[in-house]
C-alpha cells in the first residue's frame, strides 16, 4: 500500500472556496477535511464537500465522452467528441451565424473565464447564466447605482446585521462563508432577520420581520421611511455622495408605513424598530439573498437597499458594506476579454434590447433562448453548449424549458451524470469534479481573495471544464488559447510576479484592503455619486427612481384566482445538502433528506386533511408537483414554502422523474413577470393550492 499524502486544495461544491486538505492513497482520494489555515473557511466543511468521494467514485458518474445513437448513448474518443462539436458548430455559423449558437451555464463554478472567451471568440452574443436571477443581476444593479457590488464586510466588527432573505451557514453563499457572519454575530452584534420563515436565524434574531413573499422592495421603503421623517441618515454623506436625493425622498414619501404594512403584513412598529436599530447602531450591514432577485422586482430591490446602506452611512466601511479590492491578478472580467466579440455580434444579443441591464453584463434570460429555438423568432437557436447547468430542473417554466432542448437541433452538455438535461443532449463531455483540477478559484467573487485549488487526482477520461473550452475553442481554429490550463494560470497571475507553482504553494492572495475608497475617487457611476437617481436607466427609458411593483400572481394582483389558488407559493426552500440540482444521487446527502420537501402550516395542513410526511400535490395554473409535507408553524397559513431542483437519478429512463417533484412545472416566465431591465424570472412568488396525493 502507497503513502498517503495530502493535498490543500478549495472546495467547489457550491460556489466555493473552502480551504480542503484531500488525503489521496494509491491514486485515490480517500477522505477530505478541512484546512485550519483557510482565510474563508477556517477548517469547517458542509456535508456537500464531505460527501465529495461518493460523487467523484459514483457508479454511475460519466467518466469518458459519449455521443447519442440510434440505440442509445455509446463511448466514443475525446477526438471524436470535440470534432463532432466542432463541426456542428461551424456548420451553423456557415448557414445561420455565430448568433444561432447558445453557450450556456449553471451557477458559478470558477469556470466563467474560460467559457465567456469560448463564447466570444466563437462570436455568440448568446450567453445563457443564472446570473439573470441570482447574484449577477445584483452586480448588475450595483454596477449602475454605486459601481461596485457592496459586500458585508464581516470581520470588519459590524454591530448590527441584517440578514434579509439569506440563510448563509445553510448555503454558504456567495463572497464570505457563514462562518465568518456567526462570529460577528456572536462578538454580540444586533441581528435583524427578514424571512417569510421562521427558522434557525429567526429565532436568535432580535428583530424578525415576516413579510410576505416577495414584498422586499416594500419593506426596504418602509425602513427609509423611518430613516427620513426621523432625520437618522447620514446628512454628511448624502449631500455629497448621493445623486437626486430629493426626487428619492418623495419617492420614498409614497410608502407610508401604514402602506407598507398593508403590502408586507409586517407591523407599523416593527419595522420602525428595525429602521431606528440598523441606522443607529454604526456600523452595521445588510446580507442579502437571491430571494430579493427572483421576482420583477429584482432590480428595483438591489437599489433601494443600496440606497438604505449608502443613506445611513454604511457603504465601503469598516464592518459596513464594503468594496474590497481583489488581490492584483487578472479576473475573470479581463480573461473573458469581451473586445473579442465583434460590436456586430454584440447588437444581436438575443433580448439586448428589451433587457438592457443584461446585456450590460453580457448575458441573456432563459425565456429569450427558448422562443427562439420553439418559434425561431427574431432567429432560430440551432445548437448549444450547456456546462454545468440543467435547466429542465432549474429554470422556470420547466416545461418550456424541456420542449425548446427537446427541439434544439443539436446540444453538447458538459456534465458529472446524465442528467434530465443532459439527456436530452447529442454529445456528452465528462467534466472533473474539483478533486481533479488546478485554478485560481474564487477570482470571480468580490470578497477580495484568489484561492489555490489543487487537483489531487485524475478520474478516468474527465477534462476540468477549462481544458474542455480550451481544446474545444482550438479545435475551431480559436486563437489565443494557451498550450495547458497551468500555462493561463501563469497569464492570469502575471501581474503578481507567480507563476501556478508559485501560486499552490502559497495557497492565496488577499487584496490589500482600503475604506471610504470614495473620498478619493468618488464611485464609479456617470455622476460619481450613488445614483438613487439612475442616469442611466434614465437613458434607457425607465423611471430612474426605484420603486416596489406588486407581483403579477399574487392575493393582491389576482384576486380572481383565489377561490382556486388561495396560497402564496414560496419556492426555492434551500437545505444543506443540495446545491440546486445537483447531488440527489449522492448517499449520504439522498440519507439526509430523501425525499422533496413542502413546508406548511399546521392549520393549512388540518384544512386539507393533511398530516406530517404525506405526500401532497402543489398545484398552480401552469401544472402540478408533488412533494412532502412538513407541518412548520413559523410560515404564515396563507403560505406554502417547497423545495426546487428535484429529480429522480434512481429512476433510470431517460427523464428521470423530471416532472413529477420539480416545483418549477408550477413557475412562470412569461414577459411580464421577469424584471424590466435585466429579465429576471419570477420563481418565488405564484398563486398555488394542495391537496393530499390519493395515490399514494
Not at 467518466?63 to 455509446?74: D, I, Q, R, S, Y
Not at 456548420?91 to 449553471?106: L, R, T
Not at 469534479?433 to 484568489?450: C, F, I, P, S
Request: charged share 25%; with cysteine; glycine share 8%.
Amino acid at each position: 500500500m502507497g503513502e498517503t499524502k495530502k493535498i490543500r486544495t478549495a472546495c467547489r461544491s457550491c460556489h466555493g472556496g473552502c480551504g480542503v486538505i484531500a488525503h489521496v492513497k494509491d491514486g485515490k482520494v480517500i477522505k477530505v477535511e478541512g484546512d485550519p489555515d483557510s482565510p474563508l473557511s477556517y477548517g469547517t466543511l458542509c456535508a456537500k464537500c464531505l460527501a465529495i468521494t461518493q460523487l467523484a467514485y459514483h457508479p454511475d458518474r460519466i467518466l469518458h465522452p459519449m455521443k447519442k445513437g440510434a440505440k442509445g448513448w455509446e463511448r466514443i474518443t475525446w477526438d471524436e467528441a470535440l470534432d463532432t462539436v466542432a463541426g456542428k458548430f461551424n456548420e451553423v455559423i456557415e448557414e445561420y451565424g455565430a448568433e444561432s449558437i447558445v453557450v450556456g451555464q449553471g451557477t458559478g463554478r470558477d469556470y466563467e473565464s474560460h467559457l465567456y472567451r469560448f463564447a466570444n471568440l466563437l462570436g455568440t452574443p448568446n450567453v445563457l447564466t443564472a446570473g439573470h436571477m441570482c447574484y449577477v443581476s445584483r452586480v448588475g444593479a450595483t454596477l449602475i447605482t454605486c459601481g461596485n457590488l457592496p459586500v458585508s464586510d464581516w470581520n470588519g466588527g459590524p454591530k448590527c446585521i441584517v440578514m434579509w432573505a439569506c440563510n448563509p451557514q445553510w448555503t454558504n453563499p456567495d463572497e464570505h462563508k457563514g462562518v465568518d457572519f456567526w462570529k460577528a454575530y456572536k462578538n454580540g452584534s444586533k441581528l435583524i432577520v427578514i424571512d417569510p420563515r421562521k427558522g434557525f436565524l429567526a429565532n436568535k434574531a432580535d428583530l424578525w420581520l415576516q413579510l410576505r413573499p416577495g414584498t422586499d422592495a416594500a419593506l426596504a421603503m418602509g425602513f427609509l421611511n423611518v430613516i427620513i421623517e426621523e432625520d437618522l441618515y447620514d446628512k454628511e454623506f448624502v449631500d455629497q455622495y448621493i445623486n437626486g436625493w430629493d426626487p428619492f425622498v418623495e419617492r420614498v414619501r409614497e410608502y407610508p408605513l401604514d402602506r407598507v404594512e398593508e403590502i408586507t403584513w409586517v407591523k407599523q412598529d416593527l419595522i420602525r424598530k428595525a429602521a431606528r436599530m440598523y441606522a443607529t447602531t454604526k456600523p452595521a450591514c445588510i446580507n442579502w439573498g437571491v430571494p430579493t432577485e427572483q421576482t420583477l422586482n429584482c432590480t428595483d430591490c438591489t437599489r433601494i437597499l443600496t440606497g438604505l446602506m449608502a443613506a445611513t452611512g454604511n457603504l465601503d466601511v469598516p464592518g459596513g458594506n464594503a468594496f474590497f479590492v481583489p488581490p492584483p491578478v487578472r479576473t475573470v472580467s479581463h480573461f473573458c476579454r469581451h473586445k473579442d466579440l465583434p460590436k456586430e455580434q454584440w447588437k444581436k444579443r438575443l433580448g439586448g434590447d428589451q433587457y438592457k441591464l443584461a446585456s450590460r453584463v453580457a448575458m441573456i434570460t432563459p425565456k429569450v433562448a427558448w422562443e427562439a429555438i420553439l418559434t425561431g423568432k427574431p432567429y432560430p437557436l440551432k445548437a448549444g453548449l450547456l456546462c454545468g447547468s440543467n435547466p429542465v430542473s432549474t429554470r422556470a417554466n420547466a416545461r418550456e424549458a424541456y420542449e425548446a432542448l427537446k427541439k434544439i437541433e443539436f446540444l453538447a452538455v458538459i456534465d458529472f451524470f446524465l442528467t434530465p438535461t443532459a439527456e436530452l443532449a447529442d454529445i456528452f463531455l465528462p467534466a472533473g469534479t474539483w478533486l481533479e483540477q488546478n485554478h485560481m478559484a474564487d477570482n470571480w467573487k468580490r470578497h477580495g481573495y484568489v484561492i489555490a485549488r489543487q487537483k489531487a487526482v485524475e478520474i478516468g477520461e474527465c477534462w476540468q471544464d477549462h481544458k474542455i473550452f480550451q481544446e474545444l475553442g482550438k479545435r475551431m481554429g480559436q486563437d489565443g488559447w494557451w498550450d495547458t490550463v497551468e500555462d493561463a494560470l501563469d497569464y492570469l497571475l502575471e501581474p503578481t510576479g507567480l507563476t501556478w507553482e508559485d501560486f499552490k504553494e502559497k495557497g492565496y492572495l488577499k487584496g490589500d484592503q482600503v475604506y471610504y475608497k470614495y473620498k478619493e475617487k468618488g464611485f464609479s457611476t456617470p455622476t460619481g455619486k450613488v445614483e438613487l437617481y439612475s442616469t442611466v436607466l434614465e437613458k434607457w427609458g425607465h423611471d430612474p427612481l426605484p420603486k416596489y411593483t406588486e407581483i403579477p400572481e399574487s392575493p393582491v394582483s389576482r384576486p380572481d384566482l383565489l377561490e382556486d389558488y388561495p396560497y402564496i407559493l414560496n419556492a426555492g426552500l434551500r437545505t444543506p445538502t443540495f446545491f440546486h440540482s445537483a447531488n440527489r444521487q449522492i448517499p449520504w446527502l439522498r440519507e439526509i433528506r430523501p425525499d422533496p420537501i413542502v413546508e406548511i402550516h399546521p392549520e393549512t395542513a388540518k384544512k386539507h386533511g393533511i398530516e406530517e410526511g404525506d405526500w401532497v400535490y402543489i398545484a398552480s395554473p401552469r401544472g402540478r408537483a408533488k412533494e412532502r409535507a412538513k407541518l412548520n408553524d413559523g410560515i404564515d397559513p396563507q403560505v406554502i414554502v417547497a423545495e426546487h431542483g428535484w429529480w429522480f437519478p434512481e429512476i433510470k429512463d431517460p427523464g428521470h422523474g423530471w416532472d413529477i417533484s420539480n416545483i418549477n412545472l408550477l413557475t412562470d416566465n412569461s414577459h411580464e413577470f421577469m424584471d424590466p431591465v435585466m429579465g429576471a424570472t419570477n420563481l418565488r412568488v405564484l398563486l398555488c393550492n394542495i391537496s393530499p396525493c390519493e395515490d399514494e
